[in-house]
């Protein structure tokens, strides 16, 4: 054996993975592998991958090895339609209620939430909204009120395990106007409270900017560009954008960018 200690703490690491807690493992295997030399090193890398992989955590492991962690468990990529027309009606109206739950170590999009929205003042959708959207009146009649979505929405996030105090998620959206204007201006018309998870989001324009130096003035049609992705279904289709948001952000962190909070505390 040409390093004993170094054999010790790979066999440490082998016999302790069943049971070592899955988000400290990406940490005990920055510790183990700074001390190896390199020949020890590259010599059981394989073993500890397969091993790993054994108990289940190979592929987030694989995923960890290509881009730096990331400051939270989940990203919850948000993006709002609203009842529209020019010139703009008032109040307006959330019609679309998506949300992607994004893994914040391999970025992968583990639970979907989709809901549309009946609107109540403005009931009738306008044909701008509509062309603009594609959302169609038949999509959001008879649809739950905005009550109560945000109920299911709750319920929710109590499923995916996100109401966990030990578990950080931060909502992200393709702008401050979601979260900033859109929910608590429409949810103080109708009088309904706003969950505290809503009140501190990633502005993903903001994080683009840090990351790439220039501003996407045409928001994601301009982060797709800069990238070099393709842009995923329809724009200003509320799950089509919380997709694109997604690959956006995936391919951030693949260049080792981290997500930060944006807003500004309530």
């Not at 183990?32 to 090193?41: D, E, F, I, Q, R």
């Not at 578990?167 to 401050?176: A, L, M, R």
């Not at 900017?209 to 800069?226: E, I, Q, R, T, Y």
Request: hydrophobic share 40%; aromatic share 10%.
């Amino acid at each position: 054996v040409s390093d004993a200690p170094g054999c010790s703490m790979i066999a440490l690491l082998h016999t302790g993975a069943a049971k070592f807690p899955q988000n400290l493992l990406p940490r005990a295997r920055q510790a183990v592998c700074s001390l190896l030399p390199a020949g020890v090193l590259k010599g059981y890398s394989s073993i500890v991958s397969r091993k790993l992989a054994s108990h289940g955590f190979g592929a987030s492991m694989a995923a960890m090895s290509s881009f730096p962690p990331q400051r939270y468990h989940y990203f919850l990529v948000l993006d709002f339609e609203a009842t529209c027309d020019k010139p703009q009606i008032h109040p307006q109206e959330i019609i679309e209620f998506p949300i992607l739950k994004l893994n914040g170590r391999t970025m992968e999009i583990e639970s979907t939430f989709h809901m549309y929205v009946q609107p109540v003042v403005h009931p009738q959708l306008t044909p701008f909204c509509t062309e603009l959207t594609g959302i169609i009146q038949g999509m959001v009649d008879g649809q739950p009120s905005l009550q109560q979505v945000l109920e299911r929405v709750d319920e929710w996030m109590a499923k995916e395990g996100l109401l966990d105090p030990s578990v950080k998620s931060i909502f992200v959206t393709c702008g401050d106007w979601d979260l900033k204007v859109m929910l608590p201006g429409q949810c103080q018309y109708l009088g309904l409270p706003v969950a505290d998870y809503f009140k501190q989001w990633i502005n993903l324009k903001k994080a683009y900017s840090f990351a790439m130096g220039s501003w996407p003035k045409n928001g994601l049609l301009d982060m797709n560009k800069g990238l070099n992705l393709q842009h995923i279904g329809r724009p200003h289709s509320g799950i089509d954008d919380c997709k694109n948001i997604a690959n956006i952000m995936k391919t951030l962190a693949h260049r080792g960018f981290i997500f930060k909070q944006t807003s500004k505390p309530f």
